[in-house]
């Protein structure tokens, strides 16, 4: 059973800067682009000092959250919240009904809940959930097991699974490893601690926005998209009056601020049989 995370107290290891001395030196660059990354930078945003590196800038976490979106899905699931940035643009400027933050370091988690209450996100809006986003999803898609989905609702602070035919997954992993601006394309299978294959694997068969350097490998993003298997979903007529097969489309958009691309969003639509269910008549 998976429960929802209570309100976590702000530690020792979340700061909200405001003298450039106290900043270590390391982030500085980043504390001094704060109002690009929280234009609220001064009502009272906290980070780890971990934090600064991986925060969706909100100009950007705003326009993702447009385009994650999906008719079918009335849920997105960020599987690394981080400090908020994407979590709270799901929440404020998105368009579902249920919006779901996992983050397995508390300290960064209290800094997120914080930075949604100073962002105006209303109480209850955003659920979140302290632990290992991998482990979780598994147990909120594995279903109610015995107990009705009444049931799971009855009990306090534990969340209902997932309807995979209706829920978007979002990751914006740690991109440890060799560091990608070192390399002119940037190789997925070395991304440390998860690789592209291992976030794929993970997310698959639900439709999910996987998060990466802006020099990603394009053809490493593409092979990891299987093949049609059926020749029905989207077939299109060719012009010789032969039946061709649509690929399942993959887009892959760069998001820039100031003329300079910061990530790009790999967006992989759901496996066939899940598009089927969403498909199919009540
Ligand atoms: C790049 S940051 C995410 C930044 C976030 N999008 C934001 O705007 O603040 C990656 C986050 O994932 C967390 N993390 C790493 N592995 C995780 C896991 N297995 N489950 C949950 N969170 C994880 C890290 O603690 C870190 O806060």
């Known amino acids: ?12 290891n979340c700061h909200h800067y405001t003298r450039l001395q106290d900043v270590p030196k390391d982030i500085q660059k980043y ?12 009502d009272g945003i906290y980070l780890t000092d971990d934090a600064w590196f991986g925060v969706t800038p909100e100009p950007v976490a705003r326009k993702i959250a447009g385009d994650t979106w999906l008719p079918s899905a009335n849920t997105v699931v960020d599987m690394f919240a981080g400090a908020g940035g994407n979590t709270i643009a799901f929440a404020l400027w998105g368009f579902f009904d249920h919006v779901i ?27 979140w959930i302290h632990g290992d986003c991998f482990e979780v999803l598994k147990e909120l898609l594995a279903g109610p097991g015995e107990r009705t989905p009444e049931e799971v609702s009855l009990e306090e602070g534990t969340i209902e699974p ?12 740690p991109w440890g490893g060799v560091s990608y601006t070192a390399q002119e ?16 694997d993970a997310c698959y068969p639900l439709p999910h926005a996987l998060y990466l350097p802006r020099t990603s490998d394009l053809q490493q993003l593409a092979d990891v998209l299987p093949p049609p298997k059926t020749k029905s979903r989207d077939a299109v007529d060719g012009t010789d009056g032969t039946t061709q097969e649509a690929e399942p489309e993959l887009r892959v958009v760069q998001y820039c601020m100031h003329g300079f691309s910061k990530a790009l969003v790999a967006y992989y639509p759901a496996a066939e049989e899940l598009y089927s269910m969403a498909q199919a008549p009540e």
């Open 101 to 127: 933050g996992i983050e397995r370091n508390a300290d960064t988690l209290a800094c997120a809940q914080e930075n949604a209450r100073v962002a105006g996100v209303p109480e209850g809006v955003i659920t």
């Open 162 to 173: 997932l309807d995979p035919t209706r829920t978007v997954l979002f990751a914006s992993p």
């Open 31 to 42: 504390w001094k682009g704060r109002y690009k990354i929280f234009p609220n930078y001064n």
């Open 1 to 12: 059973m998976v429960q929802a995370a209570p309100d976590l107290p702000l530690t020792d």
């Open 185 to 200: 394309v940037f190789d997925l299978s070395t991304m440390e601690p998860y690789n592209l294959q291992a976030l794929h």
